[in-house]
């Protein structure tokens, strides 16, 4: 009895012990994505700030942006743990046209960009993203990060007497390094001693107070500008419905539309990769448009995600969607009743947090294999990165796609080729090999010696693949030179689509069991000389 007694009290005590383990477990979690919400909120301030500047709009508008978009992604985007908001990719393009025609046209303008976004997710067009090749993600992260550091030297500015801008200089661009260096330091030494607190809110942290306690004469949050304001309000953005105001916020609209939605879905594949998930791309396309549409609506710039910040939050420990609403949460207090003490934060804290950003973001080993992966791919990554810090990110994309597509094209260009073999009939077998598009059709009518060849010729593709209109048009031309000559053309192994495409006098396309089964892009018919639908 004694016995039975001491392990049913082993058992309870063990089930406790496991309990408690649980509800610690489930604190520290919690604790750990609300300390990465926080710290994230407050490096989103002077980004907020910084791109309205950009963009020529009141601080406010790109606050209450990175609110709303962060807020309404967090909760319903593709990818838990990334953040959005007010992007400098963004604001680059908006303040040509704040310029020209006024804040108004703007949150028209983010309104019809989220309607696209909106779109875009509905149509499940966010999987196409997985035709960015990886030296193009490779050249866009590299870019990113040079971008991010440049747009940190702007804090290294101050304001004269007469209101224009100068860099620091001694003391002052003493102190501020120094404040940089030590951030750094402190977010770099800080996993070695704990990770209770996220290291960027430590070194944060340190540094505040330190400037604070002591009245350090150091630029702070608040000499950007205040970011005191109230909850946002319900705004009908007012402009004429007109064909004319239409036509003025489209092509914004549409420019806006695809930075974002490109910048969100190469983030998104970066979150990715470090938090071994996969999927949800049309889903944050939604969730962006959504986002943009309803910032609109409350006079926000509107916004994108936001890689650095999304590195933050990943780096400190954030990986569901609960960082992601903290932080947004914590910038809505921010605004309404904590900016007098926000605004205390020294500059060179938060700009020591985002250069860690960019040494955590650059990939550096891209740096090491150059020497080991083709001259294409290296060429690809240079322009991305390149066009990235000088134009802007889409424009950056599109050009890596399209050049490693020729990259592609060519080197598939060169793998056609074939050989030739004369059977136990005395007739002419060609064996094909490699992929048979618009690239490679001149080296397939190279190879054949029509000329030479005899009265009966096979071409067999079992080791080739009729990839577009152009290749079925190269068969048709070959087969008429070797009409005119008077000589049959047997075509083996084709698929089924091109069987009653290549129909035609002179030809006998010859039907085997293993034929292969696959469509091509595009189906051509000869006989009406019209496109037809693709298989």
């Known amino acids: ?97 704040v310029a020209q025609h006024g804040v108004e046209y703007l949150f028209a303008t983010v309104v019809l960009m989220g309607i696209f976004q909106i779109i875009a997710g509905l149509l499940k067009l966010g999987k196409f993203i997985r035709l960015v090749p990886y030296p193009v993600m490779l050249g866009f992260v590299n870019g990113l990060a040079i971008v991010i550091f440049l747009s940190q030297l702007s804090q290294f500015q101050i304001v004269d007497a007469e209101g224009a801008k100068q860099w620091m200089e001694g003391k002052t661009l003493f102190i501020m390094l120094i404040l940089v260096a030590s951030t750094m330091g402190i977010i770099w030494i ?33 000499d950007l500008a205040s970011i005191k304001g109230g909850l946002p309000d319900f705004h009908i953005p007012m402009v004429a419905l007109t064909l004319d105001s239409l036509l003025i916020i489209l092509p914004y609209a549409l420019i806006l539309a695809t930075i974002g939605l490109i910048e969100s879905l190469l983030t998104l594949n970066l979150v990715g990769d470090i938090t071994g998930k996969s999927g949800g791309a049309s889903q944050e396309c939604f969730a962006q448009g959504l986002a943009n549409t309803v910032t609109g609506f409350f006079g926000g710039m509107g916004g994108c995600a936001m890689i650095g910040q999304s590195m933050i939050n990943v780096k400190s420990g954030g990986r569901t969607r609960i960082s992601g609403i903290t932080a947004s949460l914590f910038l809505l207090l921010f605004i309404v009743v904590g900016s007098s003490l926000i605004e205390k934060i ?50 950056a994309v599109i050009c890596g796609v399209i050049v490693s597509a ?35 059709t001149q080296g397939f009518a190279n190879i054949f010696k029509i000329k030479d060849d005899t009265d009966l010729v ?73 496109f037809g639908k693709g298989h």
């Open 1 to 97: 009895m004694q016995r039975i007694f001491k392990e049913l009290s082993q058992r309870i005590l063990d089930n406790e012990i496991s309990l408690s383990n649980v509800r610690f477990s489930s604190l520290f979690f919690l604790k750990t994505e609300i300390l990465a919400g926080l710290t994230v909120a407050l490096a989103l301030v002077p980004e907020a700030v910084s791109f309205s500047f950009v963009a020529g709009v009141h601080p406010l508008v790109g606050l209450y942006a990175a609110f709303i978009v962060g807020i309404i992604t967090a909760l319903i985007g593709g990818r838990p743990g990334m953040i959005s908001g007010a992007t400098g990719a963004l604001a680059v393009v908006m303040v040509s046209l």
């Open 190 to 222: 800080t996993p070695k001693i704990t990770k209770f607190i996220p290291a960027p809110l430590m070194g944060i942290f340190i540094i505040a107070m330190v400037v604070i306690l002591f009245d350090i004469d150091v630029p702070r949050v608040g």
């Open 406 to 440: 020729l990259a592609y094209a060519w080197n598939n260009a060169t793998r056609i080729r074939g050989r030739v073999e004369i059977n136990e009939n005395g007739n002419s077998i060609y064996y094909i090999e490699g992929p048979l598009f618009f690239g490679s």
């Open 346 to 395: 020294p500059l060179g804290a938060l700009v020591g947090v985002m250069f860690m950003v960019v040494i955590g973001t650059f990939a550096w080993q891209s740096i090491t294999v150059i020497r080991r992966i083709p001259k294409a791919d290296v060429i690809v990554m240079l322009i991305v990165t390149i066009v990235t810090v000088t134009y802007d990110l889409a424009i």
């Open 458 to 530: 096979i071409i067999d593709f079992i080791n080739s693949r009729i990839v577009d209109q152009s290749a079925l048009q190269a068969i048709e031309e070959l087969a008429i030179k070797y009409e005119k000559r008077k000589k049959i053309l047997q075509l083996r192994h084709l698929s089924i689509d091109c069987h009653t495409l290549l129909r035609k006098a002179g030809q006998l396309v010859v039907n085997s069991d293993d034929d292969p089964d696959y469509g091509i892009a595009v189906d051509y018919n000869v006989k009406a000389g019209v």
